[in-house]
Nanobody, 129 residues
């Protein structure tokens, strides 16, 4: 299984970026997906997640109403649309694929990184103030 994240870059505060993560090696539509981020000197933190069906989304409070997670099962791709970016959004962003398909497996919330067994390489997002 491979996850390839892209779309990061340098943007001014208040601007927008859209991250993409293409998944190969398994049936993408069966698995929930998540985005996490890690800022310098900080632990990795949850950003957003989407259920395998795409019907349910979850967000960290810090990004709610600014970020939108979505998926295109035909393209095996999960997206993170980021708007109204702030300097504190600066981090390496990682996409992650849940280990178990559908609703099976762990009952932990999708915000728990232990749900995810597959990770992309990360893409840097830098927001200048």
């Amino acid at each position: 299984v491979q996850l390839q994240a892209s779309g990061g870059g340098l943007v001014q505060a208040g601007g927008s970026l859209k991250l993409s993560c293409v998944v190969s090696g398994r049936t993408f539509s069966r698995y929930a997906m998540g985005w996490f981020r890690q800022a310098p000197g900080k632990e990795r933190e949850f950003v957003a997640a989407i259920s395998w069906s795409g019907g349910t989304t979850y967000y960290a409070d810090s990004v709610k109403d600014r970020f939108t997670i979505s998926r295109d099962n035909a393209k095996s791709t999960v997206y993170l649309q980021m708007s109204s970016l702030k300097s504190e959004d600066t981090a390496v962003y990682y996409c992650a694929g849940r280990s178990s398909p559908g609703s099976s497996g762990s009952s932990r919330p999708l915000s728990d990184e232990r749900q995810y067994g597959y990770w992309g390489q990360g893409t840097q997002v830098t927001v200048s103030s």
